[in-house]
């Protein structure tokens, strides 16, 4: 592609050579530079990649996107466009490159503090149902038509974001799905991507520091971006942010919570437990009525299926879909059932702090087990603080704990355990526990010493498929190993 065609809807002075370079590829990693790429340097948080530029033409790179002026006597032959932001620049250029896939789908963009990856498993669970062909970004990885891909940050960056949408689109998606973030908001990782519906969940102050955000307004205000650039906002009317957050938005709003204005309303719910059940039904008034059954836990799961059910009737979908979505729902590792047994619960979930730890148990709480039992341990080569209120917790709600490894890496697992009994003292001095170093032995104890009525938590892990010991990383997905454990001594 022509560097001409590349920077189309991009403000930029070319500083020198010519809009008829032809660039094969963008890259942003200096360490990938080679002969026909375009190289985009970009001020980070650590380092200001201008410094690679001269390497870069050394290495044969047709042209160079800057966005403050460097010595361009060591760049003879290089075409070289300055650039207001080289970020902002990058993604529409990402955009243009890969033929602007994200406007031939309909798009959805979640975002908010907590919920935004439960919230896409259920808007994408809806949309399935319906038949629409998805593909999904968030937390979990990216999900498209049976496959599935890691990536390192919750909203990437915009190079790969266009990518994908690409390969969405050739695989046959007509919907990408996506949780936004405040960071791919600020560092323009979503520049040039306009929603059809745009969702926000909730709002608690979180990613606020030293390279993240300056203040909680700061970070309000950086979610709320998303509401300049979708058509519609399905949004929270309850979370008492979203007046704030909504200021200058320029879609038009649907609203879903509590409130007696909310366009649609729950108005009544009940916590429904079964040994292969674990979830909620709960009445919908407003702009319709319906009862709704949702298969995941807790009151918060009523806020995240009333946010897929709003943008499922934004969209047009038929309420049979919402219904069998909602009620199919699973997300890997979040409150995560493995029916293993008629005679107890058990479940995982990826809680790993002290805050996580005690909303899930509190959520379990509400169910009235015959015991709350919870599996834990915490990672190595990290704060004590998180084991000590991770134990002082589990003493306080759980009945009965089984204290056990979580990639240790190079700690004794015997010494992250000492520290937990610390914070298990305190919460609970009579609190009742064992401790089985071994995770698998300790997810063996768990099912064989299980009491009718029981709920039992495994968590920590979530999804993850590995275990780390001693700085090796052994193949281990507890949902896996669990049924295999099951059927080995023929559980019932």
Not at 253 to 276: C, I, K, M, N, S
Request: charge should be negative; charged fraction near 25%.
């Amino acid at each position: 592609m022509k560097l001409e065609q590349l920077l189309e809807g991009v403000p930029f002075t070319l500083a020198q050579g010519s809009l008829d370079t032809e660039i094969s590829d963008i890259i942003y990693d200096s360490r990938k530079a080679a002969p026909g790429l375009l190289f985009v340097c970009i001020v980070g948080t650590q380092r200001d990649s201008h410094e690679f530029a001269a390497d870069c033409a050394a290495k044969g790179v047709s042209a160079l996107v800057i966005q403050h002026d460097i010595d361009l006597s060591a760049l003879p032959g290089v075409t070289v466009v300055k650039v207001e932001s080289s970020r902002y620049a990058m993604a529409l250029m990402s955009a243009n490159l890969f033929g602007n896939p994200s406007r031939k789908m309909t798009m959805i963009g979640v975002t908010g503090t907590k919920g935004k990856t439960t919230t896409t498993h259920m808007i994408k669970s809806v949309l399935e149902a319906a038949g629409r062909k998805v593909g999904m970004i968030g937390t979990n990885g990216i999900y498209y038509m049976g496959r599935h891909k890691d990536t390192a940050n919750t909203t990437p960056e915009s190079y790969e974001l266009q990518k994908t949408f690409r390969e969405f689109l050739d695989a046959g998606c007509d919907t990408a799905l996506m949780e936004v973030s405040s960071q791919g908001l600020m560092m323009d990782r979503v520049a040039g991507v306009h929603y059809n519906v745009g969702v926000f969940t909730n709002l608690s102050p979180d990613h606020i520091g030293p390279g993240e955000h300056k203040t909680f307004e700061e970070y309000r205000s950086w979610k709320g971006q998303l509401f300049k650039r979708c058509d519609v906002g399905v949004v929270n009317i309850d979370d008492e942010n979203t007046e704030a957050l909504l200021e200058g938005h320029t879609c038009r709003l649907v609203t879903y919570g509590r409130a007696e204005q909310a366009d649609y309303r729950e108005t009544g719910f009940e916590l429904l437990r079964t040994h292969d059940f674990l979830g909620v039904k709960f009445h919908v008034t407003g702009k319709d009525e319906m009862d709704v059954k949702v298969n995941m836990p807790g009151e918060f799961s009523v806020y995240n299926a009333l946010a897929a059910l709003a943008v499922g009737k934004v969209l047009g979908l038929p309420d049979q879909a919402i219904h069998d979505g909602l009620g199919k729902c699973v997300v890997k590792g979040r409150v995560e059932l493995v029916p293993i047994s008629k005679k107890f619960t058990i479940l995982l979930d990826y809680a790993h702090n002290e805050v996580s730890t005690e909303s899930l148990l509190t959520t379990l709480r509400a169910y009235k087990p015959h015991r709350l039992v919870v599996v834990f341990g915490c990672g190595g080569n990290r704060s004590k603080l998180r084991r000590y209120g991770m134990g002082e917790i589990c003493a306080k709600m759980a009945d009965f704990s089984i204290l056990t490894e979580d990639n240790n890496r190079f700690e004794k697992v015997e010494d992250i355990l000492a520290d937990i009994r610390v914070g298990m003292n305190k919460g609970n001095p009579d609190a009742k526990f064992v401790e089985i170093p071994d995770r698998l032995d300790a997810l063996h104890y768990a099912v064989d010493h299980a009491q009718e009525g029981d709920l039992i938590a495994v968590i920590g892990k979530g999804h993850e498929t590995y275990r780390d010991r001693e700085g090796v990383k052994t193949p281990f997905l507890e949902r896996e190993l669990l049924e295999e454990y099951a059927q080995q001594i023929g559980l019932e």
